[in-house]
């Protein structure tokens, strides 16, 4: 597995399973809220996962090559599986995620999460 730091303040770790096939990721942390955009052109929706396990944002999916067939002069399109983790070391608002597909960019929203303040119940009310 590849993985390296992407952020000044290491708020997120990106990993690459090693498959076939890595799309590009760009990671984006504002004060907000984290941008994971990924480039997935020639994915189909539905051959493309995206979920979160705890801290870890996982996208995984497929791009199908249709001309596996064919005999190749010249191949700088790459095909195949794909997984790509997103490790987020800062707690996020889970509830709040959003995820959009438009021209080949994968793009997740994900909002940090806001520091909640804890009143104590008063024992005689």
């Known amino acids: 597995m ?6 000044g303040m290491f708020n997120l770790r990106v ?3 090693n498959n076939s096939y890595r799309p590009p990721v760009d990671v984006v942390e504002t004060k907000k809220e984290f941008i994971i955009r990924v480039e997935i052109a020639g ?6 996962s995206i979920r979160m396990d705890h801290n870890t944002l996982f996208v995984s999916g497929i791009r199908h090559d249709p001309m596996k067939n ?6 700088e399109i790459h095909f195949g599986e794909f997984q790509i983790e997103v490790k987020i070391l ?12 438009i021209d ?7 909002a940090k999460a806001v ?3 804890i009143h104590i119940k008063d024992k005689e009310a």
């Open 115 to 117: 520091p909640q303040e």
């Open 104 to 110: 080949g960019f994968l793009t997740i929203n994900i």
């Open 70 to 75: 064919h005999a190749f002069h010249q191949m």
């Open 90 to 101: 800062q707690p996020v608002d889970r509830d709040s995620i959003k995820a959009e597909y």
């Open 2 to 7: 590849f993985e390296y730091p992407r952020s």
């Open 43 to 48: 994915v189909n929706e539905k051959d493309f």
């Open 15 to 17: 990993s690459y399973e």
